[in-house]
């Protein structure tokens, strides 16, 4: 399967079908939607149920989410993921499952996603930057994976790790940078319904600048935890390092919640600008957890989130 990204196709022209198919078969209940029919067969669809964790804010175009690109495993312009991404092999792919789970393993990805509920979750995003957007990710939730494998007692974190592959990640060659890129969540934070794991956006698969074929998005928390291109998934005792956590440690929590009265040492937090607004466009408001607080904010419970930025 070579999967290239199609920027010929035109999603705009979709969007009243995929709204209508919405409406009527997916939200009344049918499970495995087929798209097939919508668009050229070379672009593989994935099928996805629509959801309530979904925002109704207006998606980022296409267009955007894949020409605006943080994956320093590329190199550290914006568009240089968009640019260098199609260089990584994502098929075969793996995921080395391991630490505080009964069924270690190296899982293919087929196994990975085999009998998961894919939803569509359009989430906004948030990154530490002051930047934001709106995602239609295509995805599952981290934790049926997690209970797939079964977590054992003594867990209380998950460390997950992005392919090392400097032949076709050619800023891994950069020393300066810790690679691999390593992130973490607390138990509960992975478990949590709003943590999936992404496959696609937009009804297809993942474009690798966008971390294909498997990344973690986590829409409460700054875009850093989000990583990208998956190979490993370990249950811990401990807290795990985090790759900005080791760069720069003022700046950069384990935690890392979306928080506009929390400024960043160097910037403010208070206010974010969505892409696509144009140069003219005002900055909107942040929103504690990126607007999750009825979901999330309960796992903090009683935690000084200035001290645990
Ligand atoms: N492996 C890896 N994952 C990563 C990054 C990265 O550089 N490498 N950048 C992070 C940052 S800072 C952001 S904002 C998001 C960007 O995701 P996007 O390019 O899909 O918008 O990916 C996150 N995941
Ligand atoms: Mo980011």
């Given at each position: 399967m070579t999967y290239r990204f199609k920027?010929?196709?035109?999603w705009s022209s979709l969007t009243p079908r995929m709204d209508y198919m919405n409406r009527r078969q997916v939200l009344a209940g049918v499970g495995a939607m087929a798209l097939t029919a919508m668009v050229s067969p070379s672009v593989a669809k994935i099928a996805a149920k629509a959801s309530a964790f979904s925002t109704d804010e207006k998606p980022n175009t296409l267009e955007e989410i894949t020409n605006h690109n943080n994956f320093y495993e590329f190199g550290t312009s914006k568009s240089d993921p968009a640019q260098h991404?199609?260089?990584?092999?994502?098929?075969p792919w793996s995921v080395k499952i391991g630490g505080l789970v009964d069924k270690p393993g190296n899982y293919d990805l087929a196994d990975v996603v085999k009998g998961v509920d894919m939803e569509e979750r359009i989430y906004r995003f948030r990154c530490v930057e002051g930047w934001s957007m709106v995602v239609p990710w295509i995805g599952f939730e981290l934790a049926t994976l997690l209970n797939r494998v079964g977590v054992q007692s003594g867990a209380k974190y998950v460390a997950f790790e992005t392919l090392h592959r400097p032949e076709e990640m050619p800023?891994?060659?950069?020393?300066q940078f810790p690679w691999p890129y390593v992130e973490g969540l607390r138990l509960d934070e992975a478990m949590n319904p709003l943590s999936i794991l992404a496959t696609g956006l937009y009804g297809e698969e993942m474009p690798k600048q966008n971390g294909a074929p498997l990344r973690l998005v986590v829409?409460?928390?700054?875009?850093?935890?989000?990583?990208?291109?998956?190979v490993g998934i370990t249950l811990l005792s401990e807290m795990p390092p985090t790759t900005w956590n080791n760069i720069g440690p003022n700046e950069y929590g384990?935690?890392?919640?979306?928080?506009?009265?929390?400024?960043h040492p160097r910037w403010s937090q208070a206010s974010e600008r969505r892409l696509g607004?144009?140069?003219?466009a005002k900055r909107q408001p942040t929103l504690m957890f990126n607007g999750y607080g009825d979901e999330v904010a309960s796992l903090y419970d009683g935690m000084d989130l200035r001290v645990n930025y």
């Open positions: 920027t010929s196709l035109k991404a199609h260089q990584l092999t994502t098929d800023f891994q060659n950069s020393p829409p409460w928390k700054y875009g850093f935890k989000s990583i990208k291109s998956i384990f935690y890392s919640n979306v928080n506009p009265d929390v400024s607004g144009g140069i003219f």
